[in-house]
């Protein structure tokens, strides 16, 4: 196929139409459709039990699907697992590092699962271990790292195939922000690289930071999508007063043309111009609030409703 | 049972990656696992070799020493491969979750399990070497076409191991693979003619043993080990594959249901 311009469209690196899976009869994906386009990071955001990981399984090949279609790199899943997962990497939520093994061995070994050649490998290993930080811990044990340095070394690993694709299950939950910010900036290096990027997150911030394009997702169906910006620009108004404190806000702001939300403890105020409601508030010395431009986490609650999911 | 799971297990490359990390793992920790392997053996020979060998004398027309010897070298490829099978591969692919990093990779259930098999029955090839030079310096062999045990116990090792893979894959806990041990592999050591002739038994429980795997992996062992050549090879090797191949099938099938759902 040719466009207009004579280039041809590149074709999605996954894609997935009405894509079902079931345990027993609890169905917890519920026939959702996405395409990620070839060198773009994709986010996956829900709460938890949304069917994230169920999700990234099946694109891998480890869970069949129980209805739909699903393709990776143009090839049918599950039926091409082997020769999709050769060119995928993955990052799993839970560490499953190989606690037999050092921090380099971590490496070969699962190298060796790939067939891969051991001059390259040793070539990859001192590259990868340079990437994530860790070239001074090669010869250390796995069960005395920390839980980031763990996290550094499975992203590590998940590269040692030189993927087209890397999947990252939540990548960054659990660790400090120091290790965050570091994993968020390899993270953006491998898409500078070309390689895409399909990750799931409950951080609104992480998505926000890195994703082109998301879904968010459900109780296993994809409530929204598109790009970043757009779902923030279509779902919420572009300014946010946060009201905490025990002033009289409510009142102050009862007046105001904009949207009132409580949740919890907090008053959310959206609003196209905050300037009017602003001075207001700060006529009542007891009220503490933050002004701030409107976030995902905006358009997350507002999607999924603002009860607490366990 | 959908046809793909009759179709004969073939061995591709991920089986080796699988056994070249578990080599890597027992180089670490080779002379604790040596003297595991071959300390409770080297005593059996010794104490009941020697000591027991004294009052009994010739069996079946050679040395006891020679008799239990071949008999303890194809019972400790049955306990090699059965405890390797279930407590280490339970391990991996429950507490420790190597296999869910492994399925991530090309490998599929039934390369990783093929790879625990070679291994396991590699295992058995190591302390069965061990336990042949114990029982030559003992003077208990007579030969060198007992040599020809070594690829015998590499068969053994593998159907004991694809029997041990089952339990682990069904195995909720490590109590599980207790009964096997007390219900399947003790009574297969006392009753397949490790340390008496089978034919000491009464007639019906030797119709039973001969169905064992024990038993054959023993009448296969014991001739080589005295310098003969044993009887029926054809048939004791086909028993012995005969377990080891639906064995592993359904091992397979247990496997896939934990691990690729």
Known sequence: MVDEAGSAPAAPVVSARGLIKRFDAREVVRGIDFAIPAGSCFGILGPNGAGKTTTLRMVLGQSPPSGGTLEVFGLPIPENGRAVRARIGLVPQMDNLDPDFTVAENLRIYGNYFGLPDAMLEQRIASLLAFVELSDRADTKITTLSGGMRRRLTIARSLINDPELVVLDEPTTGLDPQVRHMIWARLRDLRAQGKTLLLTTHYMEEAERLCDQLVVMDEGRVLERGATRDLIRRHVEPEVLEVRGDGDARRLLSGCSGRLETVGDTLYYYTDNARAAVARLESDPHVVFQHRPANLEDVFLKLTGRELRE | ?261
């Open chain 2, 1 to 261: 049972m959908s046809a793909a799971y009759l179709v004969l297990p073939r061995l591709r490359h991920g089986a080796f990656a699988v056994w070249r990390r578990n080599v890597l793992v027992w180089r670490k920790l080779m002379v604790p696992s040596l003297l595991f392997n071959l300390g409770e053996p080297f005593l059996y020979l010794l104490g009941l070799g020697y000591g027991l060998g004294l009052f009994i004398g010739d069996t079946m027309q050679m040395p006891y020493l020679t008799f239990l010897a071949s008999g303890i070298l194809a019972s400790s490829a049955m306990n090699t491969a059965s405890f390797e099978a279930m407590y280490s591969v339970y391990t991996r692919m429950v507490p420790q979750r190597t296999y869910d990093a492994i399925l991530a990779t090309p490998l599929e259930v039934q390369d990783v399990l093929a790879g625990e098999a070679l291994w396991a029955a590699t295992k058995c090839v190591i302390s069965g070497a061990g336990i042949l030079l114990v029982a030559a310096l003992l003077g208990g062999v007579h030969g060198w076409p007992a040599l020809w045990v070594i690829p015998v116990l590499f068969v053994v090792g593998v159907a004991f191991a694809c029997l041990g893979l089952i339990m682990s894959s069904m195995a909720n806990g490590y109590d599980y693979f207790s009964y096997y041990m007390t219900l399947v592999v003790t009574p297969m050591f006392v009753l397949s003619g490790v340390f008496y002739p089978v034919s000491a038994l009464p007639g019906v429980l030797q119709s039973i043993v001969q169905v064992l795997p024990l038993y054959h992996a023993v009448e296969l062992v014991r001739p080589l080990v005295a310098g003969r050549v044993p009887d029926q090879i054809g048939l004791h090797l086909s028993v012995l594959v005969l377990y080891a191949v639906p064995a592993f099938l359904i091992a397979v099938r247990f496997a896939r249901r934990r691990l690729v759902v």
